[in-house]
């Protein structure tokens, strides 16, 4: 009940100042019985993220038992837009701001690197082994990171009227999808393209060179 209660008072958009006496008086309890439980605001946030995180490993394990036997693009698709809509739900952005406490902002990076990133190069890795992708899994990586964690902190889903799980599908069919080598003459969990008009979109260097 109180980790409960700390995660709707503390995580809340605008609730930085929330204090051990507003959540004393939001569960109707003495600050000297929470602290019974919780010695510090600290020790009891990291028990609200623990709770929160926890939610967001089943939700990214769920989608990926979902996608077992899937294309290689459907799986990786479908955990990146698990994590977005995850990591937006609980407001990773914002609490990875650390909220002034440069403890709190560690302890954040490191779960979602543990929770989200790690499952990501795994997931990279295996299609990688799989001779799936045509460039390195470390560097596809880093760029589908970089995006996710550029959504969820940028006025463009805003601006779109779209979610950040909306524009990183987005992001996956531009980026990714050019990565992934096809098993066949259409690509992996994007039956609309083909070779041919892959080749279209995407110069060569034999495209570029200028004739006499």
Do not use: N
């Amino acid at each position: 009940m109180i980790v409960e209660a700390a995660g709707r008072l503390f995580l809340a958009p605008g609730s930085a100042r929330a204090s051990m006496d507003d959540l004393a008086r939001e569960l109707g309890m003495s600050k000297k019985t929470i602290y019974r439980h919780f010695p510090d605001r600290r020790s009891l946030l990291a028990a609200v993220l623990d709770r929160q995180f926890a939610a967001v490993e089943r939700t990214l394990a769920a989608a990926a038992q979902d996608a077992q036997g899937q294309p290689f693009g459907v799986r990786v698709e479908r955990f990146l837009i698990a994590a977005g809509s995850e990591l937006g739900r609980i407001g990773a952005a914002r609490l990875a701001a650390g909220r002034g406490d440069a403890v709190l902002r560690q302890y954040v990076e490191q779960r979602v690197d543990a929770v989200v990133y790690r499952r990501l190069e795994e997931l990279l890795r295996d299609g990688h082994r799989q001779g799936l992708l045509s460039a390195p899994p470390e560097l596809l990586s880093e760029i589908t990171r970089g995006a996710l964690e550029r959504l969820l902190t940028s006025q463009l889903p805003r601006d779109l009227d779209r979610t950040a799980a909306d524009l990183l599908r987005a992001s996956v069919d531009t980026v990714l999808y050019g990565a992934i080598r096809p098993a066949h003459p259409r690509h992996l969990g994007h039956p609309g393209i083909g070779d041919e008009q892959l080749e279209a979109v995407i110069p060569t260097a034999r495209d570029e060179e200028v004739g006499p």
